[in-house]
Every structure is written in C-alpha cells, then in structure tokens.
C-alpha cells in the first residue's frame, strides 16, 4: 500500500494497523495524519508504548495518558476509582483519535484495559468508547517480556484487537536509499529469504574493525554480559564513585514485585564520565526511559547528567509505588539510572542509532537480530562481535501473520484512492473539508446506500470501501450527470469512477426522470 492510499483511509476516520518494513515511511504518514486531522479540528491523544518512541512523535506513554500507570490489572475498586477521576474522564471524552506508536512493544493485556477504561470513561461498548485508534508500528519487533512467565502477550492476539479489528496498512513503498544492505537484510529477514549474499554481508561487518576512537552504543542479548562490560568500564575510571542504594518502603512481598517491574538497580554505583541511561520519564526535565546521557559532576550528593543535546540535568531521585484499592502497598526510590556503556537488545528497542556494536553469539528467542540490526541507520554503522542461526530467524506465529497482514492491506490497496494534496486553508479557515452547508437529497442517498450495500455484500468488503457517506451525500448533493462530474466529486477519483461510474450516474439520471 502506498502512503497515499494509507493516508487517505487514516482521514476516512477508520481505526488503522499502520505498519511496514524500516524506511517505508511509517512515521512520516503517521505526523502528515496527526497534522491533517488536527487541522480538521480533531482533538488526537498521541501516546507511544515508550517514552523514546513517544519523543519522536511528540507525544507520551500510553501508561501514562491512559492512567493505567504500570498497573497489570485492574480491580473493581481501580474501575470505581477510575470513573471518578474528573482529569481522566475529560481526557478520554475530549479525544477523537487515540494514537498508540511502537505498539508490537505493549502486551495485549495492557491494550485490553485501556479499552476497559475507555469504555467505563465513554460510557459506551464501542471498541475504545468509539474512538477512532490508530496503532502503528512492526510486529517483527520483540514482544514485551512477561515477567515469571514464558508465554508470549503478543498485542495482536489481545481481545482489544480482535475487537477493534483494524484495517490494515502496511506500507510497501522504500524511501531511503534504493540497494542499502542493511534494509535489503532486514526485507530478507521479515520474509524468511535470507540467502548467501546476506550472509557474506554479515561476515564482512564480522571482520570490520571499529576505530579505536570510535565511540558506540554496544547491544548485547543476555543481562550478564550487559553487568560485566560496564562494570569494567566503570572500573577504569580513575575518579572516585558515589553509590546510590535504593531506597524501600512497604510491604516486603510488594516490594520484591515492584523491585522487578522497573529497570533502575538496586545499588548503583556513579563517576564522573560514565555513560548511563535515564529509565524513567520526566518530560519536564527533558529525559525519558531510554534517553542516554554521560555524568559531568555531582551537585549535593547528586548526578548532573549532559544528555545528547547538550542540556545538563540534575538527576534527582524517582519513586515508584504499587498501589492497590487506592492505597500504596510498596515505594521505592532511586536515581532513575543505570550504567550503559552497554545495553540489552531488548532496552534498544525504539531507539535509532548511527553505529552499534553487536554481539549476536548467544541470541535466543526469534527477532533478536532484527531488532538488534534494525537500530542501525546503515551497514556501515554495523560492528558485529559475533552470530548465531537463531539471531537470523524470526517467530513463526509473526510470519504467519504478516503474511494475513500483507494479503489485507493489499485487498484493500486495490480499492483505495490516493489522499487528496493539502490544499492551503482560507484565513480563519479550520476545516477543510465537503461543503456540507447545501441541503442533499434524502432519497437520492438512500437510494446510493442502497446501491453500496449490494456492491459490497458482492464484493465481500466494507461499505466504507465502495463509497463513504460523505461521498454519498455529496453526490446527492450535486449531482453530477457525467462522468467528467463524477470525478469532481471528493472520494471518487478515476479509478473509482472507472469501476462504479456507470452505475452511479444510472442512478443518478434515474433519479431525474
């Protein structure tokens, strides 16, 4: 499908899986349909599953917007609560759209309880209290990790889904540079066609060296190997280190839980020039989970971090609790940082970066070297220490479905026009939009409608997709008497006027007699 077409479905007002290959534009025709819809006079809640994703969009967690929080499930007495929180209540009724990015990175259950809420907040059983959602982002990426347990919450299996049924964009088109090793791999990849000439790819990046003044992020598979490189570089700074415990309160059982829910460590240990990473969000001081920063010096007893930009912040400590009934049952406080010379493949994920060393050697679940690989701007950027076979496979129950996912979108490709150009707005003009100030013809839709419904009950498709009710209207509105006519009107462009025009305006001049 092309970006056009994707656009075009996403202004119709339907509920869209938006998602595609690295650099088929994803995140392009997700802000131009965050910009258009705002123009319109749309209110879009636009949230991410991370806070590094949710920068790059301009907007916040889900878990934060939601008033989810880091809740795995809600209780009767979170529902009643819930309801009663005038902030959430005017959120969820003031937004039209609700944008969920990167959301292969969100476990289905939390996607289910977000359509609780908005359902409870709405006061309607529409799938999301009747808001039009667009979820964006590639399921090859890595599912989120389900603590205690090895089953797989992938999103797409959620009830929320099956419920939402979205229709499906998937992006086709390439828009970086045509012949780029890197995006043929990871194509290869997604379609379980990695051949020879891949792999010898792979092991001339096995044999580059990086330079020795080369600093990169460095991405590794398993937690131990991630402790062990930053300890060591840690260890080679000569500065002395301040230590930081974290701090609890609670109960202990509670405590433990709350302990392995969020990333900061237990004890960690800071000098001036160590490389670290933020694991939590603060908007108004300028970091999120996964922004990465170095520490410049301490202020009261405290880190000063310089992130990328420049910006030096004061990093002071962040609290975490697990409330139940409305009430914390456990807190614990710590910097919200951790050494990061080093990463896990897993954190990487969201994050976009000009060079990475890789150690693939011990990767051991499907799509780690997708995810490890796709973090990488170009082959050039790619250092790779090591690789197994199971770094270059993928899980079978996602290729399976992206093939259902390739065959929808194109269905519905097949029968999608292109998105108008923008035209430039009137002064003091919001919308952009039919002229729905003329009265149309009752009959005459009712009579469209009619004629819509038979043709997609032949064709086995959404009325939607056949016409919309605004382009009926405005047909019963003009008019039109020939086919030069018909393509005047908004939604019929030429080859919906090629298909269905004979018909239309047979109706149409029936409706004249």
């Given at each position: 499908m092309r970006q056009a077409q994707a656009l075009n479905i996403m202004?119709?007002?339907?509920?869209?899986?938006?998602?595609?290959?690295?650099?088929?534009?994803?995140?392009?025709?997700?802000?131009?349909?965050?910009?258009?819809?705002?123009?319109?006079?749309k209110n879009v809640a636009v949230t991410a599953s991370t806070g590094?994703?949710?920068?790059?969009?301009?907007?916040?967690?889900?878990?934060?917007?939601?008033?989810?929080?880091?809740?795995?499930?809600?209780?009767?007495?979170?529902?009643?609560?819930?309801?009663?929180?005038?902030?959430?209540?005017?959120r969820y009724n003031g937004a039209d759209v609700l944008v969920i990015d990167e959301v292969s990175m969100l476990h289905g259950q939390r996607l289910n309880m977000v359509?609780?809420?908005?359902?409870?907040?709405?006061?309607?059983?529409?799938?999301?209290?009747?808001?039009?959602?667009?979820?964006?982002?590639?399921?090859?990426?890595?599912?989120?990790?389900?603590?205690?347990?090895?089953?797989?919450?992938?999103?797409?299996?959620?009830e929320a889904w099956e419920e939402l049924s979205p229709k499906i964009c998937y992006l086709t088109e390439q828009h970086r540079q045509v012949g780029d090793e890197l995006l043929d791999l990871l194509e290869a990849m997604r379609r379980g066609e990695v051949n020879e000439l891949h792999e010898a790819a792979l092991q001339e990046r096995l044999k580059e060296q990086r330079p020795g003044d080369l600093v990169v992020t460095r991405l590794y598979s398993h937690n131990m190997d991630v402790d062990s490189i930053n300890q060591r570089h840690l260890r080679e700074l000569e500065q002395d280190g301040k230590r930081y415990r974290m701090q609890t309160k609670g109960q202990q059982?509670?405590?433990?839980?709350?302990?392995?829910?969020?990333?900061?460590?237990?004890?960690?240990?800071?000098?001036?020039?160590?490389?670290?990473?933020?694991?939590?969000?603060?908007?108004?001081?300028?970091?999120?989970?996964?922004?990465?920063?170095?520490?410049?010096?301490f202020n009261d007893n405290v880190p000063v971090v310089e992130l990328s930009n420049g910006r030096e912040v004061r990093v002071e400590p962040f609290s975490w609790k697990l409330e139940e009934d409305g009430k914390a049952r456990a807190e614990v406080a710590q910097l919200p940082l951790r050494l990061a010379w080093a990463i896990t493949i897993h954190k990487s994920?969201?994050?976009?970066?000009?060079?990475?060393?890789?150690?693939?050697?011990?990767?051991?679940?499907?799509?780690?070297?997708?995810?490890?690989?796709s973090r990488v701007r170009s082959m050039d950027g790619v250092y790779l220490t090591g690789i197994n076979q199971m770094a270059l496979t993928m899980h079978p129950l996602i290729f399976e479905f992206d093939s259902d996912l390739r065959e929808s979108s194109e269905a519905l490709a097949n029968i999608t026009e292109d998105a108008e150009p923008e035209k430039e707005p009137a002064k003091n003009d919001k919308v952009d939009a039919l002229d729905t100030s003329a009265p149309?013809?009752?009959?005459?839709?009712?009579?469209?409608?009619?004629?819509?419904?038979?043709?997609?009950?032949?064709?086995?498709?959404?009325?939607?997709i056949i016409a919309t009710n605004k382009a009926l209207e405005e047909l019963a509105r003009r008019k039109p008497q020939t086919e030069q006519a018909l393509l005047g009107t908004k939604g019929f462009g030429k080859a919906k006027a090629d298909k269905y025009g004979p018909e239309i305006l047979a109706i149409l001049a029936d409706n004249k007699k």
């Open positions: 202004l119709e007002g339907h509920s869209v899986f938006l998602t595609g290959a690295p650099g088929a534009g994803k995140t392009y025709v997700l802000n131009e349909f965050i910009r258009r819809a705002k123009r319109t006079g590094i994703a949710a920068t790059h969009i301009g907007g916040t967690t889900i878990h934060s917007w939601s008033g989810l929080g880091i809740k795995d499930f809600l209780t009767e007495y979170d529902l009643e609560r819930l309801s009663k929180t005038d902030k959430l209540i005017k359509n609780q809420v908005a359902k409870l907040l709405r006061k309607s059983d529409r799938p999301f209290g009747g808001m039009q959602v667009i979820l964006v982002g590639d399921l090859f990426q890595l599912p989120p990790i389900t603590r205690g347990s090895d089953n797989v919450d992938f999103v797409h299996l959620s059982a509670k405590i433990e839980q709350l302990i392995k829910s969020v990333l900061a460590p237990e004890e960690l240990e800071l000098k001036v020039g160590a490389e670290v990473m933020f694991v939590a969000n603060n908007f108004p001081q300028g970091y999120v989970n996964g922004t990465r920063g170095q520490v410049v010096g994920q969201g994050m976009s970066l000009d060079g990475a060393e890789i150690d693939l050697s011990r990767s051991f679940t499907p799509g780690m070297g997708y995810v490890a690989l149309y013809d009752e009959e005459l839709f009712e009579r469209l409608r009619k004629w819509r419904l038979e043709e997609a009950r032949k064709q086995k498709v959404s009325a939607f």
